[in-house]
């Protein structure tokens, strides 16, 4: 998407959606230069939604982001910091959890770089555990 316009333009509650999920920018956030949007900068691929905050400034605020068609339990969020392939624990003042129902996973993020979804291994248990 290319956006160009002449004045300051206001957006609130603005979703970009693809099948495998959406991030949702649910504040109103002011333009006020053209825009390059494109799948390099913003996207949502299998259980992975990434906005690069260098280039979307504008956009690097909260968000909702929707990951689709998960198999997990129990999932938990997961940040890659430097947008190298390492994910690592989304701690909560970063990440919280909205929902998760038929293998869609909802959570709250206060800014964007890439995250991701992962089995939280603290509930799961081995079922011949109760023998000790």
């Given at each position: 998407?290319?956006?160009?316009?002449?004045?300051?333009?206001?957006?609130?509650?603005?979703?970009?959606?693809?099948?495998?999920?959406?991030?949702?920018l649910?504040?109103?956030?002011?333009?006020?230069?053209?825009?390059?949007?494109?799948?390099?900068?913003?996207?949502?691929?299998?259980?992975?939604?990434?906005?690069?905050?260098?280039?979307?400034?504008?956009?690097?605020?909260?968000?909702?982001?929707?990951?689709?068609?998960?198999?997990?339990?129990?999932?938990?969020?997961?940040?890659?910091?430097?947008?190298?392939?390492?994910?690592?624990?989304?701690?909560?003042?970063?990440?919280?959890?909205?929902?998760?129902?038929?293998?869609?996973?909802?959570?709250?993020?206060?800014?964007?770089?890439?995250?991701?979804?992962?089995?939280?291994?603290?509930t799961?248990?081995h079922?011949?555990?109760?023998?000790?």
């Amino acid at each position: 998407m290319f956006n160009s316009f002449a004045a300051q333009m206001d957006v609130t509650n603005t979703t970009f959606a693809a099948p495998d999920g959406s991030i949702n920018l649910p504040n109103t956030i002011t333009l006020s230069t053209s825009l390059d949007v494109s799948k390099a900068k913003l996207n949502v691929t299998p259980n992975k939604a990434f906005l690069n905050s260098s280039d979307l400034t504008q956009f690097n605020t909260t968000g909702i982001i929707t990951l689709n068609g998960l198999a997990y339990l129990d999932p938990i969020s997961k940040v890659d910091w430097n947008d190298d392939g390492t994910y690592e624990n989304c701690l909560p003042d970063v990440c919280s959890e909205l929902s998760y129902s038929g293998g869609t996973y909802v959570f709250n993020v206060s800014h964007f770089t890439s995250y991701a979804g992962a089995e939280n291994a603290t509930t799961i248990t081995h079922p011949y555990r109760d023998w000790e």
